[in-house]
């Protein structure tokens, strides 16, 4: 086709292309995932003009290692995909383009899905703000129901804050730990309302509480209520768990 011919022009020998439907062809290029995989990248020959396409292999890779559905990592993704030219379609990637452009939309195509590829840095560069920002979108939704203020100081000391308190004949502290550091501040937190003798009731949501070091685990153990080891187990037992809590306080009270 003479239109793909014009990659051959700029790219030569580089770049190769296969015809997998009627108008739509594999494009292969020197261009490759951390794994040595090469991308997945296609030209389509619609009636209005050319479209590269990734026919959703960019994201089902991702998907492999790194859950995206949360709405705080779909706005980045949409970020990315907006502001490198790209449309994200039904779990495709793709981008517009016409003959006198297609190399170098071609090259750009890549660099798109080179950082949609790498967005799972999500893991372990924003791990602590992905884990705040996925319990708050459950608190927020899910839990719309309770009376949950969030942010809450019970002694006025900026130094021992909650970080969501159920409204309930006693007071449920519910304490966000994804570290050493946070574990410890819980702790201490804790140990000061107890100190001040106020009445309350903890849950600890963790982030994955085997991360943390064996003697903050254990503090954390015995000086909270209730921990959850993991967000999803939170998720999936708070209901249950809050009736229950729920429950026991309006008969104790």
Do not use: W
Not at 151 to 176: C, I, K, Q, S, W
């Amino acid at each position: 086709m003479k239109t793909l011919d014009r990659l051959n022009d700029q790219f030569g020998s580089l770049v190769s292309y296969e015809q997998v439907e009627r108008d739509l062809y594999q494009v292969f290029a020197p261009m490759y995932h951390e794994d040595g995989d090469m991308f997945s990248m296609y030209v389509d020959f619609t009636r209005s003009g050319i479209l590269l396409r990734d026919c959703g292999f960019t994201l089902m890779r991702v998907s492999y290692t790194f859950d995206i559905r949360s709405e705080r990592r779909m706005r980045i993704l949409n970020s990315i995909v907006a502001r490198n030219n790209g449309i994200l379609r039904a779990g495709e990637l793709q981008m517009e383009t016409d003959v006198t452009t297609l190399a170098n939309s071609l090259l750009q195509f890549g660099n798109l899905i080179a950082k949609v590829s790498n967005i799972d840095i999500l893991r372990t560069e924003g791990v602590h703000s992905a884990f705040y920002d996925d319990l708050k979108e459950f608190v927020d939704t899910q839990l719309a129901n309770y009376r949950i203020q969030a942010g809450v100081l019970p002694t006025n000391d900026v130094d021992f804050v909650v970080d969501y308190a159920v409204e309930a004949p006693r007071p449920l502290f519910l304490f966000a730990v994804n570290s050493d550091d946070k574990a410890l501040r819980t702790v201490i937190s804790c140990q000061e309302f107890h100190r001040r003798e106020i009445s309350f009731r903890s849950i600890v949501v963790s982030d994955s509480i085997e991360k943390l070091s064996q003697y903050h685990k254990r503090q954390i153990l015995n000086a909270t209520d209730k921990v959850f080891p993991v967000l999803d187990d939170f998720c999936e037992g708070a209901f249950s768990f809050l009736s229950r809590e729920e429950a026991t306080l309006l008969k104790r009270a």
